[in-house]
């Protein structure tokens, strides 16, 4: 390096410039890609009325289609993780979506019911590796000052991907039938891949670890900031281990920070996937018919997304893990209030609302957190597999659920119990602010870019 160059940090560089259009495009970009992730999620769900009856089937039938997407989900993080460290978030985002596009699509002419849980399966593959991606993508172009509001606004596509599913399911089913809303969830995806390869950019921080020249680093910088950088080679504020992507989750520092991740991933989708699963059929067993408990149910999802926009804005202000561990202690207190609350409705309401906002809210905001967890050469892989841990968790969720019932334990027992994975996901979350606060402690070296060519 010569002496007229000099060396900045990616993130110093985005931290010290304003938010540009350039940002807001991959903000943008990503938005999407989970928006069609929870269309496709809403929209399954939806149609499983018309496929039972087109194809004669009873309702527990449909138990392997559903679970056999989480599982799929699960996988798609553990493969497409690794990947993403390796060959680039860009290319495994397009890869992934354009994945589950044509799966979705193939799925639509199922001939029958095995045929469709094989493709369902795979469709969850694809989109497991979208989702944990798109964040990774979105958290590494942001500033420090506002990447966790800005990471969750992003992941409030999914929440409005599924409301658009719902929606539009709905209003169509009756003029498309099952077939046609399956190809809309492939063709969509399939729009988008084109949209991406011409407009999403490659992680300026995986241009850096990947040791892109750095004059190339720069001009991309230049594009990302509208700042000029002469002579200047960006660097990392972080070690490079030089180990595999997975090796490097569990190395020594790592090891800890991936398994108490992993807990509270867990923990935390238990609670919302066992509330997506059950709480409609919960709410009969005291009486609550069926359109009503659709209202109350949706008082979840609102306090999530209402809980996501305010923690994710609170989290940039205020100690991130101190604002999501009281979140999900309060969530553990909402949560037990809804056992107390079968003879008061509004009371209910109020439950399931802020256990939609100290749970699902919160878990937005986790994800955003997770992404800083790690350093960028394994960034992609902990936060998929910490998703795909969550996975397990919502598989595990939507069983306990079921199991629960069939026990015969009644309505104030499950969500006694259903507070106790809130407060483990908070004390989790503790432990992992004891070990950021041990590794602030500890220097670190530099990665530098590929040295800049000086005449």
């Known amino acids: 390096m010569s002496k007229s160059t000099q060396s900045l940090s990616v993130q110093k560089a985005l931290d010290d410039a304003p938010l540009s259009r350039f940002q807001w495009k991959i903000i943008l970009l990503c938005f999407l890609i989970v928006a069609t992730d929870g269309l496709d999620t809403a929209a399954i769900g939806f149609i ?39 060959l680039g978030r860009k290319k495994i985002l397009i890869f992934s979506v354009f994945f589950f596009g044509i799966m979705s699509l ?69 003029l498309v039938n099952w077939h046609g809303i399956l190809v809309l969830g492939g063709v969509l995806p399939l729009i988008l891949v084109i949209v991406l390869a011409f407009a999403m950019d490659e992680s300026p921080r995986y241009r850096v670890i990947s040791n892109e020249p750095a004059e190339k680093v720069a001009a991309f910088m230049e594009k990302v900031t509208g700042r000029k950088y002469a002579n200047t080679v960006f660097v990392l504020d972080e070690v490079k281990t030089g180990k595999s992507a997975v090796t490097a989750l569990f190395q020594p520092g790592l090891v800890m920070v991936t398994a108490v ?19 409609p059929t919960l709410l009969g067993s005291i009486g609550v018919d069926l359109a009503k408990a659709s209202w109350i149910t949706a008082a979840f999802q609102i306090g999530g997304t209402v809980g996501a926009v305010y923690l994710g804005s609170l989290m940039d202000k205020r100690n991130p893990y101190k ?76 069983f306990a659920g079921g199991t629960m019932i069939s026990w015969g334990y009644e309505f104030t027992t499950i ?8 407060l483990i996901t908070a004390t989790c979350i503790f432990v992992l602010y004891m070990f950021s606060l041990n590794k602030k402690t500890q220097a670190s070296p530099a990665i530098v870019a590929s040295p800049v060519k000086t005449s």
């Not at 991740?261 to 709480?279: K, P, R």
């Not at 969500?415 to 809130?422: D, E, G, I």
């Open 48 to 86: 499983a009325p018309a496929i039972v009856e087109d194809w004669g089937l009873s309702k527990p039938q449909l138990t392997p289609l559903f679970i056999s997407g989480l599982i799929g989900l699960t996988i798609g993080a553990i493969i497409f993780g690794p990947l993403a460290d390796r």
């Open 106 to 174: 193939l799925s639509a002419f199922s001939p029958n019911l095995e045929t469709l849980v094989t493709l369902r399966f795979l469709t969850g593959i694809g989109l497991g590796g979208a989702m944990p991606t798109a964040i990774t993508m979105t958290s590494e172009f942001l500033p420090g000052r506002r990447r966790s509001a800005l990471v969750t606004l992003m992941f409030c596509g999914f929440t409005l991907g599924s409301a658009l599913g719902g929606v539009l399911t709905a209003q169509l089913l009756h």
């Open 261 to 279: 991740l992993w807990m509270a991933f867990f923990m935390s989708f238990l609670i919302i996937y066992l509330f997506s699963s059950w709480v």
């Open 323 to 398: 604002v999501l561990i009281t979140s999900y202690i309060l969530g553990a207190a909402f949560i037990a209030l809804i056992g107390f609350s079968t003879n008061n409705i509004p009371l209910l309401v109020l439950g399931i609302f802020g256990a939609g906002v100290g749970v699902s809210g919160s878990q937005v905001g986790f994800n955003a957190l997770s992404a800083i967890l790690y350093p960028t050469e394994c960034r992609a892989t902990g936060v998929s597999w910490a998703n795909a841990a969550g996975r397990c968790g919502a598989i595990f969720g939507a």
């Open 415 to 422: 969500f006694k119990a259903l507070a106790f994975p809130s």
